[in-house]
């Protein structure tokens, strides 16, 4: 079992910045990879980033390549999502995740487990 809690959502404005956190915790956490998902209304969640614990495989979904970074806090068990230039688009519950192995698979339905979600709010 992985438990998971985000924190660090709000408002800001068109060209700002945010940083999320999920606190990670489990016996097994280190097994896991590691993602960011978000959800916009009326629309499907969609994958932001996953990576591994031990780093070196990391993938970014296309809309947030080059804003976006993924970092992890081995000592505490904290992911940490920087996000930058952000765009009304990017409004949005964002959701921290894990599943056993590999970080490759992108789709959410792939994902296990899933921290309570954090809202982002962009204004233009």
């Known amino acids: 079992q992985v438990q998971l809690v985000e924190s660090g959502g709000g408002l800001v404005q068109a060209g700002g910045s945010l940083r999320l956190s999920c606190a990670a915790s489990?016996?097994?956490?280190?097994?896991?990879?590691m993602g960011w998902f978000r959800q916009a209304p009326g629309k499907e969640r969609e994958f932001v980033v996953t990576?591994?614990?031990?780093?070196?495989?990391?993938y970014y979904s296309d809309s947030v390549k080059g804003r976006f970074t993924i970092s992890r806090d081995n000592v505490k068990n904290t992911v940490v999502l920087q996000m930058n230039s952000l765009k009304p688009e990017d409004t949005a519950v964002y959701y921290c995740?894990?599943?056993?192995?590999?970080?490759?698979?992108?789709?959410?339905?792939?994902?296990?487990?899933w921290g309570q979600g954090t809202q982002v709010t962009v204004s233009s």
């Open positions: 995740a894990a599943r056993e192995g590999s970080p490759a698979y992108l789709t959410w339905g792939s994902w296990s487990y």
């Open positions: 990576t591994k614990w031990s780093g070196g495989e990391v």
């Open positions: 489990g016996r097994t956490v280190r097994r896991h990879a």
